[in-house]
């Protein structure tokens, strides 16, 4: 800052206003570093158990530090007059144009940064100037400056709040919206689910099962029949022509036979169970 500020100066030299607040920049740049020194190498410490107990900063932020403040004090000395152009008077040969210094800007630059200098030293080493007598004289430029003129509550009020808004809003529509949709389409599936489940277990599950149960119920039924007489065979014989004949003439009759043909197939079933039974009560009678 120190070595940028007359260059500053002179190139807004040509421009009043533009100079007028380079010129005040380099004072309050001037005042507010020293300000930082005296207030951080002079005086009573604030917190005097972290000032006993300091200790070195580690070699990560150290080196860094080095770098800088060595750049800091000699890398402005690049733009001065002696030590530039180097490379292109020794490539170039021809006669440069050398511009004259102009001493009245260097001196009001000089007396700028010097007079910040001093009200910094006044104020914060002497304690000659109270800050709070001109805080108390200049309120409103204080309070202006202290809230860095606004800019933070009107950037949180133009543009923060206009964002957090509008992500709440994006917020209600991916939550109750498109996270709705999927919710909703997951939940028909599942619900479409059960009813497909619910249809194959009892509907095909039940037709393939019934098929089954009815044919078991007519194959225990007509085991039965197989009486093992030859008589008996003839007459069912018979009685199946019968019912062929009756199905070709009236479909009432044949169903009236049919429920005949199953009597007796009862009735025969019946009996069988009946002798059987008699059969083996007859030796216990004996006994």
């Not at 402005?76 to 004259?100: M, N, R």
Request: glycine share 6%; aromatic share 18%; proline share 3%.
């Amino acid at each position: 800052g120190f070595w940028s500020k007359d260059e500053i100066v002179a190139a807004t030299s040509g421009h009043p206003i533009f100079m007028f607040f380079t010129l005040a920049i380099a004072f309050m740049t001037a005042f507010y570093m020293f300000r930082l020194c005296f207030l951080t190498f002079t005086g009573k410490p604030r917190d005097q158990h972290k000032f006993d107990h300091a200790h070195e900063s580690p070699k990560s932020m150290t080196v860094p530090l080095m770098v800088l403040g060595f750049l800091s004090v000699f890398a402005g000395w690049v733009g001065l007059p002696w030590l530039s152009h180097g490379f292109s008077s020794f490539v170039f040969h021809g006669e440069a144009y050398h511009a004259h210094a102009n001493y009245l800007l260097m001196l009001i630059s000089t007396v700028v940064a010097v007079s910040g200098i001093g009200l910094a030293y006044a104020m914060y080493y002497k304690k000659a100037i109270s800050p709070d007598t001109i805080v108390a004289k200049f309120k409103p430029i204080y309070t202006l400056l202290y809230n860095k003129y606004y800019f933070d509550e009107l950037y949180e009020a133009a543009v923060i709040q206009p964002l957090m808004g509008f992500s709440r809003v994006l917020w209600w529509f991916d939550a109750n919206i498109v996270d709705g949709l999927v919710n909703l389409t997951g939940w028909l599936t599942v619900k479409w689910a059960d009813i497909k489940m619910w249809f194959d277990k009892w509907v095909v599950d039940g037709a393939v099962n019934g098929i089954g149960y009815v044919c078991m119920f007519f194959s225990w039924l007509f085991r039965y029949i197989q009486s093992g007489s030859f008589q008996f065979y003839a007459l069912v014989v018979i009685l199946a022509a019968i019912e062929i004949l009756m199905f070709r003439v009236s479909l009432l009759t044949f169903y009236i036979l049919l429920a005949g043909v199953i009597i007796m197939a009862l009735l025969r079933l019946a009996l069988k169970n009946n002798r059987s039974g008699r059969m083996k009560a007859e030796p216990n009678i004996e006994a």
